[in-house]
């Protein structure tokens, strides 16, 4: 799943691919928007960890689920 995170005064975007499933994310999300964690902490799909302090939060999009297609074939 992709998952994009605002940054405020950066100019880029993170984005990372990540297997948590939307729901952890959107629950980790919206602790650090309440206050309740001061960091957002997110693992990518490598086992590597985003650390993003919780007052810098611009936004943050979740994507779908993606499935990932193997093999030739029509599309």
Excluded: C, W
Excluded at 13 to 30: G, I, K, N, R, T
């Amino acid at each position: 799943m992709e998952v994009k995170i605002g940054v405020q005064h950066a100019n880029r975007e993170l984005v990372l691919e990540s297997e948590q499933s939307p729901d952890e994310v959107q629950a980790l999300v919206a602790d650090a928007f309440s206050g309740k964690s001061n960091l957002l902490q997110l693992t990518d799909d490598k086992g590597r960890r985003v650390l993003v302090p919780a007052d810098r939060l611009a936004y943050v999009e979740i994507g779908e689920v993606s499935i990932r297609k193997v093999g030739f074939g029509a599309i």
